[in-house]
């Protein structure tokens, strides 16, 4: 069924910047739309970015021109760099995979961003 | 960015019922989807589209749509469906929002 593996989560001084990874396996991952979701400790799942599988980009208001999403099909992998990092961004960021039927059908187990100084 | 609102906590009788909402204009375009997500874990999906459950998502979770509102419902709640509930949607603009989310409590 597959598996994502995320990667990249450090401590960040305000303003710092991070590359995230996501490592996928055992399914064709050039075919699914991925996503990007975080969880600040205590708080709610925020939806954060997406990738389409032809490329096409998403993101909310709140990392708007901060963060930028890519993807490298041929490595099966899925990344999103941070930049300009706040405290507000510190949390867990999981990747996940979007099913042809439009819900979020496999997750990784989350890398930690912690923004401070 | 938009905003899907769900109560904050609930709770149920052990062998009870318990419908969770989740509110917002997008619902009026797009079915919601459904997680659970219980202490250090990833969430999980637990029902999407019209009505559909994942294999391995018991029948006594069921789901059902009214103009801006979504609802779960969990028939004859057990102890492990003691989790935090989050809806989850997409706007016209391609935008997507997890709701706030809701504590649900098995008594």
């Known amino acids: 069924e597959g598996q994502l593996v995320e990667s990249g989560g450090d401590l960040v001084q305000p303003g710092g910047s991070l590359r995230l990874s996501c490592a996928a396996s055992g399914f064709t991952f050039g075919t699914h739309d991925m996503h990007w979701v975080r969880q600040a400790a205590g708080e709610r799942l925020e939806w954060v970015s997406a990738i389409s599988s032809a490329g096409d980009t998403y993101y909310a208001d709140s990392v708007k021109t901060r963060f930028t999403v890519s993807r490298e099909n041929g490595k099966s992998a899925l990344y999103l760099q941070l930049n300009s990092l706040r405290a507000d961004d510190t949390g867990v960021y999981y990747c996940a995979r979007r099913s042809p039927a439009t819900y979020y059908d496999l997750w990784g187990q989350g890398t930690v961003v912690t923004v401070s100084s | 960015s938009f905003e899907l609102t769900q109560d904050p906590a609930v709770s149920v009788a052990l062998g009870q019922t318990v419908r969770i909402t989740c509110q917002g204009d997008?619902?009026?375009?797009?079915?919601a989807s459904w997680y659970r997500q219980k202490p250090g874990q990833a969430p999980e999906v637990v029902l999407y589209?019209?009505?559909n459950r994942p294999s391995g998502i018991p029948d006594r979770f069921s789901g059902s749509f009214a103009g801006d509102t979504a609802s779960l419902t969990i028939t004859g709640a057990q102890a492990e469906d003691e989790a935090d509930y989050y809806c989850h949607s997409r706007d016209i603009s391609g935008l997507y929002a997890f709701g706030t989310g809701t504590k649900v409590t098995v008594l």
């Open positions: 997008s619902l009026r375009i797009s079915y």
């Open positions: 589209g019209r009505n």
